[in-house]
């Protein structure tokens, strides 16, 4: 009898190590095959992050190629040409807008975006220089800028008179846009009050 009990003891020992083994396993094996499918948490947060972190990479790659320019000119170096086919003339564009940037050609605010790219391009240039004959141009004409990005065609969409004080000739635009501006009257005698401005937006882009 004594043994009979110890027998049954022992099988239900067995049965319940088995039982136990068993849920183990099946336990470890369920977990092991649910990482391999899916990866720990820290693993896909990681390949998560590479994966942001190659798209920023790409998508910061694909900014820099939509930039024109590759380099930006320095104050007082020349960035290409102005030609006003309406008056059969070609300018050098000086970066910068100082006497000495003035006196050599048209001059390009330095604030303002280069010539092709979105946004309010602004040129100046002296009445009695440059732009003697700037007065001839209105709506409808061409302005071509040439540079090292390319050529860039702007037409004539509007003609101001402004104060030489009034700043809304370098305000940015939604488009790109290219503005000219001299001292305007042409014929007064000394520090001109007014400028004459030409508002040209793009219309085509060759670029290099």
Known sequence: MRKKWILLIFSVALISGGVWFSSTSIYQLTKGYLMFKFGPEKTFTESNEKVQATESTKKGEKTEKLSLYEVRPKIGEQMGELRIPKLDAVLPIYHGTNEDELEKGVGHFADSVLPGEKDNSVLSGHR???????????KGDLLVVETTAGTFTY???????????????IVSMPRATLTVSTCYPFTFVGAAPDRYVLVAYLVKSELK
């Open 128 to 138: 009695d220089t440059v732009f003697r004959k700037l007065g001839e141009v209105g």
């Open 155 to 169: 037409k004539v969409r509007k003609v101001r008179i402004v104060d030489k004080d009034d700043r809304s000739v």
